[in-house]
């Protein structure tokens, strides 16, 4: 599990680097929707934006149904194209 959490570090530090990159102002703005509870919560998401020259401004409640169309897949292994529950999940917002 270890090893996972640590890949799963670098690609939303990869994520937010990149996107960092993309903000043409400082009005610009860098939303995660991640969920927050363990095992989760260990991925420290508001560190790792912090890593990269970013503070965060806000979050809020992700709600499914703001998204029509939204359709979210599991990332591995032989059920990956299901879907998993999305309860507690919320949507950090950063800037430079």
Request: proline share 3%; glycine share 8%; net charge positive.
């Amino acid at each position: 599990m270890y090893n996972i959490h640590r890949q799963h570090q670098a690609l939303v530090r990869g994520f937010f680097e990149s996107a960092r990159k993309m903000l043409e102002d400082e009005d610009g703005e860098i939303h995660l929707t991640h969920k927050t509870t363990r095992p989760f919560s260990e991925w420290e998401i508001e560190t790792l934006a912090q890593e990269k020259g970013l503070r965060l401004i806000g979050l809020m409640v992700f709600d499914q149904l703001a998204f029509p169309g939204y359709s979210n897949k599991k990332g591995s292994g032989s059920n990956c194209d299901s879907n998993f529950p999305i309860r507690s999940a919320v949507t950090f917002m950063f800037k430079k």
